[in-house]
T-cell receptor, first 116, second 115 residues
Framework: DAGVIQSPRHEVTEMGQEVTLRCKPISGHDYLFWYRQTMMRGLELLIYFNNNVPIDDSGMPEDRFSAKMPNASFSTLKIQPSEPRDSAVYFC??????????????FGEGSRLTVL | GESVGLHLPTLSVQEGDNSIINCAYSNSASDYFIWYKQESGKGPQFIIDIRSNMDKRQGQRVTVLLNKTVKHLSLQIAATQPGDSAVYFCAPKEARNSGYSTLTFGKGTMLLVSP
């Protein structure tokens, strides 16, 4: 199993530019999560999807952030326009619900974003 | 344990020692807890979990203790090895209005193991 795949692994961009982060969840997982990790705030949940439908986006910081899941094997997190305070590591995770699984999240390797 | 300050709590141990990482949680309704390990440059990985109807669970070299009375968890690592150096998160599972429960992470605790 390839696990959760994220791209790009590293992104350096200038303030004002659009950034698109991509995620391929584990096949068969019905839930997909986007997290952001910073030293100041730790690991924060931004949004999660169930069967490609956004369920809870209350963690999305502001309108500059948007996430889509057009099909079961692909999701994007977009920041437009980007700002230096968006610099962080963004993680995608997937999971499935139902016995025997108890909701464990499987994380990707993360996308490290630096906005200059 | 977990911290709301600017600096990551750090535990430094010698190889071969036992390590204890502590975690306090706030929601008394949390019924399930997972410990994750995050190595440098990687995503968090599952270590062990425990349900609220248990107070102890053991894995390979790891033991998790749960004290619901004081809302406290600990992760004990026996015979700590350099490969155990990482950031450790306890993640309580909390129910949301959507009906699905999600994991709540803090900043974590860094474990540094010296050879």
């Amino acid at each position: 199993d390839a696990g959760v795949i994220q791209s790009p692994r590293h992104e350096v961009t200038e303030m004002g530019q659009e950034v698109t982060l991509r995620c391929k969840p584990i096949s068969g997982h019905d839930y997909l999560f986007w997290y952001r990790q910073t030293m100041m705030r730790g690991l924060e949940l931004l949004i999660y999807f169930n069967n490609n439908v956004p369920i809870d986006d209350s963690g999305m910081p502001e309108d500059r952030f948007s996430a889509k899941m057009p099909n079961a094997s692909f999701s994007t997190l977009k920041i437009q326009p980007s700002e230096p305070r968006d610099s962080a590591v963004y993680f995608c995770a997937s999971s499935w619900v139902g016995p025997p699984n108890t909701g464990e999240l499987f994380f990707g390797e993360g996308s490290r974003l630096t906005v200059l | 344990g977990e911290s709301v300050g600017l600096h990551l709590p750090t535990l430094s141990v010698q190889e071969g020692d036992n390590s204890i990482i502590n975690c306090a949680y706030s929601n008394s309704a949390s019924d399930y807890f997972i410990w994750y390990k995050q190595e440098s440059g990687k995503g968090p990985q599952f270590i062990i979990d425990i349900r609220s109807n248990m107070d102890k669970r053991q894995g390979q070299r790891v033991t998790v203790l749960l004290n619901k009375t004081v809302k406290h968890l600990s992760l004990q690592i026996a015979a700590t090895q350099p490969g155990d150096s990482a950031v450790y998160f306890c993640a309580p599972k909390e129910a949301r209005n959507s009906g699905y429960s999600t994991l709540t992470f803090g900043k974590g605790t860094m474990l540094l193991v010296s050879p």
